[in-house]
């Protein structure tokens, strides 16, 4: 029985030591081990679509992650360093992990007590931590790290592949590889250090800080300067060409291609380069220190991520996929949602870029892609309208085509609304509100409202909000 949740069972004298504990006045300690109103933290962020994900009582400002992987066994040995914030004082808290096996868990240098309940492992440090402390927690784990299965059924988390491995996590398979506070609501900077047999290559996003080689094996440091949130952190391990360069915008640039893609993907680096150009000119200043790709090679997959600074494909990507995963840099990667409902600001905004680069590149209109979506003649118009774009039903549903299609529609009408002038004003005051932090939908009705001095309630609740097919505009 917990004495915090029944204290008439307290005896006076347990009362009298409790007290001293609370007013750091336990014998022989500079730091009292229990804090007074010390809870444990929740197992959750209170995300609605994904109530285990994230979790409660603290903020992740650093992650320090030391990997050891060998392809032949798929065996992975991690050792992840993690500072936060107590936002609560806390009794225990959470981190996010699925599988592999925990060798040794700290919280600042003391060994903590690790239990695991299905995703979530549970830490118990020796002594509470106060509301507002930052403290580091060390976990050292090892094992054959699990691939997960999305609720849409699409694959992410650790992924074999014929040279190596990946790791993929939107929306939950960081925690096959790391643990975590796995929700985009918590941002942080990123150290990843990557062991691989030599001959291989590793890479991560940000910059590559130093590669060295002892024995038989190399070792990549990698560095994320700017925030991220943890689905879009990766690591991509095999035999890599890799192409670096600068781009225009004096950014450094680095490319890393499966020889089995290299025939496919000789554009790659100058489309690279092309795409942040137009996009840098199209959104505002490009938000982080270096750009590039990894361009893999996983038959099935099915999918492109935008992976922070380096978004991964599957194979050799054409120049419109480009258009949409370096757009993430701007609408995703440095605004990210705060919570996973409100996907559209992704998705609508990395398909409405798309819509804007076609316009700008000798295709249809934006004006002609939304009648072909809305008339159902475009190859990606099935499905838009099964729900509202701002209102997924579901977890599986976030990566749904209303989210993508019905969401530039969305932002094609904010244009034909306020005005071009007025429309890149927006977006750009978007990208420079929130740069590196988190928003919402909310927020950003409210500044494109604010700018350009309109009320569009009525737009909003018909094409964003409204259920059903609004009538042919
Ligand atoms: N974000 C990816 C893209 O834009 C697609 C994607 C992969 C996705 N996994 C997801 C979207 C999970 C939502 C949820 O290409
Ligand atoms: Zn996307």
């Not at 204290?7 to 004298?13: E, F």
């Not at 935008?306 to 757009?327: C, G, M, N, S, W």
């Not at 904010?414 to 007025?422: C, E, H, I, P, S």
Request: proline share 7%.
């Amino acid at each position: 029985m917990s004495p915090h949740r029944n204290p008439r069972v307290l005896t006076t004298a347990l009362l009298l030591v409790l007290s001293a504990a609370c007013t750091g006045a336990s014998a022989g300690q500079d730091a009292p081990d229990r804090v007074h109103g010390a809870k444990p933290g929740a197992a959750g962020a209170g995300d609605p679509l994904f109530p285990k994900m994230g979790n409660g009582g603290y903020d992740v400002t650093d992650y320090r992650l030391s990997l050891d992987y060998t392809p032949d066994s798929n065996r992975l040995e991690g050792t992840a360093r993690i500072t936060a914030r107590a936002t609560s004082a806390l009794s225990s808290f959470h981190l996010d992990f699925a599988g592999l096996h925990i060798r040794k868990a700290t919280v600042n240098g003391r060994t903590a007590k690790a239990e695991r309940r299905g995703t979530e492992l549970v830490l118990t440090p020796a002594a509470d931590l106060p509301k507002g402390r930052t403290f580091s927690t060390t976990v050292v784990y090892d094992g054959k790290p699990r691939t997960i299965k999305d609720p849409d059924g699409s694959k992410e988390g650790w992924i074999e592949t014929d040279d190596g491995a990946v790791g993929l996590g939107e929306p939950t398979g960081s925690m096959a590889w790391f643990p975590g506070n796995h929700h985009p609501s918590d941002k942080a900077r990123y150290d990843i250090t990557v062991t691989v047999p030599k001959g291989l290559t590793a890479v991560s996003g940000g910059e590559l800080k130093q590669r060295e080689t002892h024995g038989r094996h190399t070792t990549f440091h990698w560095r994320s300067q700017e925030p991220m949130a943890s689905y879009l952190a990766t690591v991509a391990i095999g035999d890599f060409d890799i192409h670096t360069t600068t781009t225009d915008g004096e950014l450094p640039q680095y490319v890393a291609v499966d020889p089995d893609q290299a025939e496919d993907s000789t554009k790659v680096p100058d489309q690279v380069t092309g795409v942040i150009d137009w996009e840098s000119r199209t959104f505002g200043r490009y938000p982080f220190s270096s750009t590039g790709a990894i361009v893999d090679h996983l038959p099935g997959l099915g999918y492109a991520l935008e992976t922070q600074t380096k978004p991964y494909f599957a194979d050799a990507p054409d120049e419109i996929l480009l258009v949409h995963e370096l757009a993430h840099q701007w609408f995703g990667n440095s605004v990210t949602p705060r919570a996973w409902k409100d996907m559209w600001l992704n998705e609508g905004f990395a398909t409405y870029a798309e819509w804007l680069w076609e316009e700008d590149h000798d295709g249809r209109t934006a004006e002609q892609t939304f009648r072909d979506f809305y008339d159902g003649t475009d190859d990606e118009s099935g499905g838009i309208w099964d729900f509202a774009p701002a209102d997924p039903p579901n977890a599986a549903a976030v990566s749904d085509p209303p989210v993508y299609g019905r969401g530039a529609m969305v932002l094609h009408k904010l244009r034909q609304a306020v005005g071009d002038k007025t429309f890149f004003t927006i977006l750009r005051t978007w990208v420079k509100e929130h740069r590196h932090g988190n928003a919402d939908t909310k927020q950003f009705i409210a500044l494109s409202e604010r700018i350009s001095g309109k009320d569009l309630t009525k737009l909003y609740d018909v094409w964003l909000f409204g259920k059903d097919k609004p009538a042919k505009p």
